[in-house]
C-alpha cells in the first residue's frame, strides 16, 4: 500500500521561505516521478512543481519558477520543495503525488498521477 505522508506547511510571512517534505513508502521510490501539487480554496488543483525518477528532470509552473525548488533524497524515500520569496497567492493545500513511471509527458497533469498524499497548509499573510 502506497503512502504519501507531507509535512512542514505553516503560516509564513510574505517573502519568507518554507520547506515541504513528502514521505513515501509502500513502492520502490526510486523508480517513479514525483509532483507537488496545490489546491486553493475556489480553485483547481494546480502543479506546482515534478521531478523525475532519478532527479534528473524536472518541470516547474511558471508562477513559481525561480523561487521554489523540488529535490529528492532516494536514500529517504522523500521529496522536497523548498519554497523561497513566498507570496499571499501561494496560500493553498500542497500536495504530494507519485506517477507510476520514471518520467513522462504532461507532468503537470494531475491525471498522470496515481497515489496521493493528504496534504499540508501554507497559508502567507501579506
Known amino acids: 500500500q502506497v503512502q504519501l505522508v507531507e509535512s512542514g506547511g505553516g503560516l509564513v510571512q510574505a517573502g519568507g521561505s518554507l520547506r515541504l517534505s513528502c514521505a513515501a513508502s509502500?513502492?520502490?521510490?526510486?523508480?517513479?516521478?514525483m509532483g507537488w501539487f496545490r489546491q486553493a480554496p475556489g480553485k483547481e488543483r494546480a502543479a506546482v512543481a515534478a521531478?523525475?525518477?532519478?532527479?534528473?528532470?524536472?518541470y516547474y509552473a511558471a508562477s513559481v519558477k525561480g523561487r521554489f525548488t523540488i529535490s529528492r533524497d532516494n536514500a529517504k524515500n522523500t521529496v522536497y520543495l523548498q519554497m523561497n520569496s513566498l507570496k499571499p497567492e501561494d496560500t493553498a493545500v500542497y500536495y504530494c503525488?507519485?506517477?507510476?513511471?520514471?518520467?513522462?509527458?504532461?507532468?503537470?497533469?494531475?491525471?498522470?498521477?496515481?497515489?496521493w498524499g493528504r496534504g499540508t497548509q501554507v497559508t502567507v499573510s501579506s
Open positions: 509502500g513502492r520502490t521510490f526510486s523508480s517513479y516521478a
Open positions: 503525488a507519485t506517477r507510476s513511471t520514471g518520467w513522462g509527458p504532461r507532468p503537470f497533469m494531475p491525471t498522470e498521477y496515481d497515489y
Open positions: 521531478i523525475s525518477s532519478g532527479g534528473f528532470s524536472t
